[in-house]
């Protein structure tokens, strides 16, 4: 018997087990509409397997076994048992660019909508369940993404949503994603604006020339703030003048901030309900490094949570922590020097430190941290 569960993707997958076998053991299927099977799949038995939000037909619910898992839909305005990622076209199906009030129709402010009508912290058992279902679907499918990568190719980019598209940091950050994704590596950050934004709009201008990069930033400055309005509206413009990203990108947002937009730069999406999940999640995931650039409180709380993993090398080794802005985070928001003497005196340890304010310094970081890792792969869309 098979140790873990065979996920099985589709049903044309399905259908090619089925022309082997005759008995499905210990296989998992999520999100599938049983129908488009018709009679092929009622000759073969289902033992040990997982039926996750699936579709069933009568007939097809007598060959599965009681040692099998059924798991029905909720009744709430998301899948809980989604099997792929967010995107843009996903959350803001029904957002129209001329039209900012059309946001209001859209699947994402919808589910917001939901959320906070049932409370942030919810009360109602079947909404628990729910949201606990639906963030359980979202990390499966996010490592089935990762999986795809060697981690030490994966970097994040931290700092603040308030970050305006206006102020020349968002400009660098924007850049320095550009030359990263360029070289071969994921770009990840909370996946929401500020300097989040800005690390996937540099992600999904990767293999385009700076000039095109500058022209793109012209176009998101008449609204600068994700209070704005228009917000949103300038940036699906934007991707509407460069459509079809070369490159990919991961942002990890949260419904908890659900008044600050995702940016629909990234190109996958995995949106969860706990914020604790996706905090950690994010730190995990970028195994390949850090980038702070200025941020406040929650910046504040990233950057000790990332020195507790490398200290103990919860993962077996330590990434890099650099510090893009010398002067904000030496006298502004002094955690480096506090960093640094804490590693002097021993309180820390394993920490690889930097600060710059050269973006090319923070590649050459990145790129000489781990020598012995095979060369990152372009990974194009």
Not at 60 to 75: E, P
Not at 100 to 116: I, N, Q, R, T
Not at 234 to 241: H, L, N, S, Y
Not at 284 to 310: H, L, W
Request: net charge negative.
């Amino acid at each position: 018997m098979p140790n873990h569960y065979h996920e099985i993707a589709s049903i044309d997958e399905l259908r090619e087990m089925l022309q082997r076998e005759e008995r499905i053991e210990r296989c998992a299927f999520q999100d599938m509409d049983f129908t488009a099977l018709a009679e092929e799949g009622y000759t073969a038995r289902y033992y040990d397997c997982l039926f996750m939000g699936c579709t069933l037909t009568r007939p097809m619910r007598i060959q599965i076994d009681k040692s099998s898992l059924v798991f029905s839909h909720i009744d709430v305005p998301y899948n809980c048992f989604r099997n792929a990622l967010y995107t843009a076209e996903s959350l803001y199906d029904n957002y129209h660019v001329g039209h900012p009030e059309s946001y209001h129709e859209c699947f994402d402010y919808k589910v917001y909508a939901h959320y906070l009508d049932k409370g942030k912290v919810a009360t109602d058992i079947k909404e628990t369940l729910a949201r606990t279902l639906h963030d359980h679907a979202m990390s499966d499918a996010l490592q089935e993404m990762l999986s795809q990568y060697d981690e030490r190719h994966i970097v994040g980019i931290m700092g603040g949503h308030g970050l305006l598209r206006t102020d020349p940091a968002y400009h660098r950050i924007a850049s320095l994603s550009k030359r990263l994704t360029e070289e071969g590596y994921l770009m990840v950050s909370g996946g929401g604006p500020g300097a989040m934004e800005a690390t996937h709009l540099g992600a999904w201008m990767a293999g385009r020339s700076a000039e095109e990069l500058s022209q793109a930033l012209a176009m998101l400055s008449p609204a600068p703030s994700f209070k704005d309005p228009l917000w949103l509206d300038t940036a699906f413009r934007v991707r509407q003048q460069f459509p079809s990203p070369r490159y990919v990108s991961l942002g990890v947002p949260t419904w908890l901030y659900g008044h600050e937009p995702a940016t629909p730069f990234a190109t996958h999406i995995a949106k969860y309900f706990e914020n604790a999940l996706r905090e950690d999640g994010i730190l995990t995931i970028a195994k390949g490094g850090i980038v702070y650039s200025p941020g406040s409180a929650g910046t504040m709380q990233e950057i000790f949570q990332d020195a507790v993993q490398n200290h103990y090398l919860s993962f077996g080794y330590a990434s890099p922590m650099i510090f893009l802005g010398t002067d904000y985070w030496m006298h502004e928001m002094p955690v480096y020097p506090l960093l640094q003497h804490l590693v002097d005196q021993g309180r820390y340890r394993n920490l690889m430190l930097s600060i710059t304010d050269d973006e090319l310094e923070v590649v050459d970081k990145i790129k000489s941290s781990f020598p012995d890792a095979p060369a990152p792969k372009q990974q194009k869309h």
